[in-house]
């Protein structure tokens, strides 16, 4: 038991905890200062992921209810990233909130149980992550409280994780009750051996829809469309991200313990990839506000991922599929909210005619983010989306594979009536350039835009790091 192996998710609680003390002693107009601590506990944070990633071996660890493996180090590494760019753009998104001081503490608390859920190896720790990721995720969408539509997303987004939350408590109850052991080890030996095929039906299904919750994947996803439109900008960043990532490696993990000769747990899995993603492009496709088209397209994004889930441990390249996924879709889609936060929340479609010419940067780093979640080369949602499509075909799923073609192809629709308005329309030449919110929140949209195009032009070096990927237990 190494208490050094969680040392970044210990060094995000201790910051959290540092956060909330230097606020409560902060005069009022200097409450920017817990957000500079919260950024340098996310530096120490991924200082030891990285320490740890070099020095250590892939173990079962903690009682071995922790799996520090490649998969949970890349995990923690991207939510990560996230976080420090949701910080750099709330510094100015909250200046005049008088509780701006209390949110960097939040978004700690909810990197903190992204991760856990990536890395836990014990039912336990997986609840307590999901508990720690969606308490303090509802916190985060409503945290306007003068705002009707940031309360509506904050209350729909707790009505359904209520639900969901029993429901994958209900999964983690039943497989203890069959396996006898709330360890991933154990229920994978256990489970070996035999077991009832209608209580591991029941198990897999409530967990499957649990941690669809944070995914964003049917049925658990009408939250998101809601959360990314109404919630603060830096919240929707966050929140349509960082949580995906925890609880697709999470299934990912969990799902391989199942041997398919009990119960055949792909095909389910592959039906709801396949409806998320086709919902979700094609209720993208009437959307006229900007961020519930993201919201959409996260939805969309989630069915992409899970077909590297349908394939894990009978493709090779999936695992290291879904982490370049991932990779790809969390630079892209904080792009494109630290682009719209950086211009002030603007939100309608309508509101980014002819920002081409007066906002060129902005409208490029949109466009880049925009372009990447089609599947543009040479970009990083390109290089995600080939990998999966790889690993889904080379798992015999072809059929999963072709639909998401189509479905990649049906959404250059919707992205294009972003893109093309943005260049192919003028705004008046005396109309004043849109206004923006501040430097740091530039600096997170550029940020991400070159995060985008460098995940894809290092491929290469990308994928053959990721080869010694590995998924524990």
Known sequence: MNIGHVAPEIALTLGAVAVILTASFTARNRQGIPTLVALLAVLASAGTSIALAAGAEPQLTMERSWALDGATQAAELLVLAVTAITLLLSIEWFRTDP?????????????????????????????????????????????????????????????????????????????????????????????????????????????????????????AHVWLPDVAQGSPAPSAAFLTVAPKIGALVALARILQLV????????????????????????????????????????????????MAVVVIDRAELALSALVAFLAGYAATTVAAFAVVAQLRGRTAIDDYRGIGT??????????????????????????????????????GYAWLAALAVANTVASLFYYLRVIGPMYLERGSDTSPAPAVLSRAAAAGAGLAAAAVVAVGLLAGPLLSALDGVRLLP
């Open 358 to 395: 007066r906002r060129p940067w902005l409208a490029a780093a949109l466009t880049v983010s925009l372009l990447s979640l089609v599947g543009i080369p040479p970009l990083g949602g390109f290089v995600g989306k080939l990998t999966v499509f790889a690993a889904t075909i080379d798992g």
């Open 99 to 219: 509780r701006r001081g209390e949110y960097p503490a939040i978004v700690l608390f909810a990197a903190a149980g992204a991760m856990l859920l990536a890395g836990a190896a014990d039912t336990m720790e997986l609840v307590v992550g999901m508990l720690l990721v969606s308490v303090a995720g509802y916190t985060l969408a409503a945290y306007h409280r003068n705002s009707p539509a940031a309360l509506e997303a904050g209350m729909k987004y707790f009505l359904i994780g209520a639900l969901t939350n029993s429901l994958l408590l209900l999964g983690v109850v039943l497989l203890y009750g069959v396996t006898g052991t709330t360890s991933y080890e154990g229920s994978s030996t256990a489970l070996a051996s035999g077991a009832d095929a209608i209580a591991i039906t029941a198990a897999v299904l409530c967990i499957l829809i649990g941690l669809a919750f944070e995914i964003g994947a049917v049925p």
């Open 259 to 306: 041997p398919t000769d009990i119960v055949d747990w792909r095909p389910i899995v592959a039906a709801v990839a396949a409806i998320t993603m086709s919902l979700g492009n094609l209720i993208a496709l009437w959307q006229t506000d900007l961020r519930r088209l993201l919201g959409w397209s996260s939805v969309s994004q989630a069915g992409y991922a899970l």
